[in-house]
């Protein structure tokens, strides 16, 4: 009898483990998911904010396009304090706001999906959970970093690289 209800206690034990797992696992991918739409949403303001200062800085804005996300919403942001006609113009302020709320967001969503991946990873990493992550074949996720971001953009979980 006492055998049964250890045996029982085990088993609820174990899948209730594998359960937060998933349910982790599935947090991680919506955070990533989340970036990458972000991430498109900031690049597709940047590049109405290149196209708008083009008309009258060629010259400052042939760089700028080659540029990572960051460093393009800097130095545009510089090119208006340079330039304050091109701060004038409605249209560039506007976007500029958005592109600086899309980039606080993104880091912020970058932070969210962080704290996820600890939590996931403290919790395959301690004991008794060890037992059943090796059980179910969970492995431990890596951070992610602003840096090497551009080259995760592939939302599917098994395609990720985001151990750099």
Known sequence: MYFLIIVAAIAVYVIMTRNKFNELQQMIKNGVSDIGVQSEALDRTLDKLIDIARNGYQKEIEGIAQLTAKDKL???????????????????????????????????????????????????????????????????????????????????????????
């Open 74 to 164: 800097d130095r545009l942001l510089f090119l208006g304090q340079k330039y304050p006609d091109l701060k004038s113009i409605g249209e560039y302020s506007a976007i500029a706001r958005k592109s600086e709320m899309l980039d606080k967001n993104l880091t912020a969503a970058r932070q969210l999906v962080n704290g996820n991946i600890r939590e996931y990873n403290t919790a395959i990493n301690n004991f008794p959970g060890t037992i059943v992550a090796s059980m179910f074949g969970f492995k431990e996720e890596a951070f992610i970093d602003a840096e090497n971001y551009e080259k995760n953009k592939s939302l599917e979980r098994r395609n990720l690289d985001l151990t750099k």
